[in-house]
RNA sequence: GUGGGCGUAGCCAAGUGGUCCAAGGCGCCAGGUUGUGGCCCUGGAGAUCGAGGGUUCAAAUCCCUCCGCUCACCCCA
C-alpha cells in the first residue's frame, strides 16, 4: 500500500558494488596483488584523506585536478584535508615519511585502493573510482620504466583482455624541458590566431597541453609542432633510448605518440598510457610514468621514481566489452532446512556445527513448507540440502539431498561431515 | 563548468489528451492434497506514471520550473 521513497541515494558519481559484482573486484583484486607480488612489490595502504598541501605541492598547481577536481574540507580541529586525489603522492608522502630511503633501493610498493575527484561522472568516470598501482622507488634506470610497463601489461594480459596499445613519450627533465617549450611556443606563437579559445589559455598556462587538444584545427597544427624527444639533454636522450631497447628486449610492442604529456606536473622524462582499442572517454586504462622530481619537492632528497595507475572501473567496463567472463563466487554449499520449532533448535546447532567444520552451510528461511524450502536451496544454489524432521528427531539421523542429481539419503551426522567435506 | 538524450513497480517495458484508479515480461511470495526443488499451471503483493506548478471538462500523455540519471566536451584512471 505505502509506498518506500527512499530519503537518501548514493552520492553522484559513486556506485554501491553490489553482491553480483563482487567477482569482478575480488577477480582484479587478487590477479593484480598476484601480479605486483610476482614482480616483487610490496603493498602498502595510505589514508583516504591527506593534508591537502600533499596534492597542492605534489600533483602541482595549475593542474586541473588539483584547481577543481579536489574534495577539499576542513575538519573540526581546523586541519585542511583533501580526499586522496591520486595514488602517488600519498605513497611518495609516506615513503619519506618512513624513511623508506633507508630501505634496499628501490622501494617497490603497490596498492589497490578508491580515487575522489569532483567531476561529471560519465562511462569510464566518476566521482569515486579505484585504482591498481605501483611506485618503484629510488632507481632511475630505464630497466624500472620497463618493468612497470611490463607489470602493468601483464595485468591487463593476464585477465584475458586483448587489442591494448602502449604509448609512450619522453617529455625531458628540468635541464631540456624548458628549452624544448621554448621551441614549443615559438612555433605556436607564429599560429596564435588559429588555435581554439582553450588552446589559447593553454598557450599562456601549460604549453605541453596544446599538443593533445583533439580540435581540428589544433590537431593540424599540432600534426606539425616540434616533438619533445627531438630536444632532450644527453642524459634523457640515453634514457629514453634504452628504454626503447628494453621495452623491444621484453617483446612488448609500443608506440611513439608525441602528444602525449599527461595532467599532472610531477612528470619527468618517460610518460606512457595502455589505451583500450576503443575510441571514447575511457581513453586510458593505466596512466603513468617517471617522476624524479617528486620526492625532492616533498622535502626528501633528490630521488627518481616511477609507476602508474590504473582504472579498475575501466578494466572492468573492458572485461565486459571484449565478454570475458571472470569466475563466479561460490555460495554455501549446503542448505540447512526443517520442519518444526524442535527441527528448528537441531538445524540450528547443525549449521553451527558444519561450519566449524569448514563447510559453508545456510539456514532454510523460515515460515516455508518443505517444498518452499527446496525451491529455496534450488535458486541459492547449493549443492546440498538437509532435511530434519520428526522421524530424524526420533531417529537420531539426517536427509542429506544431493540437489544435483536429485536423490537422498538418510545418513548420521558423521556420514553427512565426510560427504559434505569430500 | 558547457552541450545532447532520458525519467512508468526491484529490473525490462507498452502506452503520446478521455475506454489507464496504467498492459505485458522477469524477479518476488503463495498454492497445484498431507515432509521435498528445477519445467509447467494458478493466484497474489508491488506504481502518489521523478517532484512541484500550470493549461484543459479531462494529463503518464501538452507547457514551465526543479531534481535525478545518462552520454559527450573539458580533463582524467
Known amino acids: 500500500m505505502k509506498r518506500e521513497t527512499p530519503l537518501y541515494r548514493g552520492p553522484r558519481g559513486t556506485a554501491d558494488l553490489l553482491p553480483s559484482e563482487q567477482k569482478f573486484w575480488r577477480y582484479l583484486e587478487s590477479n593484480a596483488e598476484n601480479v605486483a607480488e610476482r614482480f616483487g612489490y610490496r603493498r602498502i595502504d595510505t589514508p583516504v584523506f591527506e593534508d591537502s598541501g600533499l596534492f597542492v605541492r605534489g600533483v602541482g598547481q595549475g593542474t586541473d585536478l588539483v584547481e577543481k577536481e579536489t574534495y577539499t574540507f576542513q575538519d573540526r580541529g581546523g586541519d585542511m584535508l583533501t580526499l586522496r586525489a591520486e595514488g602517488t603522492a600519498p ?12 630501505l634496499v633501493q628501490p622501494v617497490r610498493l603497490y596498492y589497490f585502493t578508491s580515487i575522489y575527484r ?64 621554448g621551441e614549443l611556443k615559438d612555433y605556436y606563437a607564429k599560429r596564435r590566431g588559429l588555435l581554439c579559445d582553450d588552446c589559447k589559455v593553454r598557450f599562456e598556462r601549460n ?39 628494453y621495452l623491444s628486449a621484453l617483446g612488448l ?9 599527461r595532467g599532472l606536473n610531477y612528470y619527468t622524462r618517460t610518460v606512457f598510457e595502455i589505451q583500450p582499442p576503443v575510441e571514447g572517454s575511457q581513453s586510458a586504462i593505466i596512466g603513468g610514468g617517471r617522476y624524479d622530481g617528486l620526492i625532492q619537492e616533498l622535502g626528501g632528497r633528490p630521488t627518481p621514481g616511477i609507476g602508474f595507475g590504473m582504472g579498475i572501473e575501466r578494466v572492468i567496463l573492458n572485461l565486459r566489452e571484449q565478454g570475458i567472463s571472470v569466475p563466479d563466487q561460490d555460495g554455501p554449499k549446503v542448505m540447512v532446512s526443517y520442519i518444526g520449532d524442535a527441527a528448528c533448535k537441531e538445524a540450528i546447532k547443525l549449521a553451527s556445527q558444519l561450519r566449524q567444520e569448514g563447510i559453508s552451510a545456510t539456514l532454510a528461511p523460515s515460515g516455508k513448507s518443505i517444498k518452499g524450502q527446496m525451491r529455496h536451496a534450488f535458486s541459492l544454489g547449493t549443492a546440498y540440502a538437509i532435511i530434519i ?18 536423490e537422498q539419503q538418510e545418513a548420521t551426522l558423521a556420514q553427512v561431515k565426510q560427504i559434505l567435506q569430500g
Request: aromatic share 8%; hydrophobic share 35%; glycine share 10%.
Open 389 to 406: 524432521g520428526d522421524n530424524e528427531l526420533q531417529k537420531g539421523t539426517l536427509i542429506l539431498r544431493d540437489m544435483g542429481k536429485g
Open 118 to 181: 569532483y567531476e561529471r561522472p560519465q562511462a569510464g568516470r566518476y566521482r569515486e573510482h579505484h585504482q591498481f598501482g605501483i611506485e618503484a622507488i629510488g632507481d632511475g634506470n630505464p630497466a624500472v620504466d620497463a618493468e612497470v610497463i611490463e607489470l602493468g601489461w601483464r595485468f591487463l594480459s593476464g585477465i584475458g583482455l586483448q587489442k591494448f596499445t602502449i604509448q609512450v613519450n619522453s617529455i625531458g627533465d628540468f635541464n631540456c624541458r624548458p628549452t624544448y617549450l
Open 207 to 245: 604549453p605541453l597541453r596544446l599538443l593533445d587538444c583533439k580540435k581540428e584545427n589544433c590537431l593540424a597544427l599540432s600534426a606539425e609542432a616540434p616533438h619533445s624527444i627531438d630536444h632532450l639533454c644527453g642524459e634523457c636522450q640515453e634514457h629514453w633510448d634504452r628504454l626503447k631497447g
Open 253 to 261: 610492442l609500443f608506440n611513439i605518440d608525441h602528444h602525449l604529456v
Open 91 to 102: 605513497v611518495c608522502r609516506a615513503y619519506l615519511e618512513h624513511g623508506m630511503h633507508n
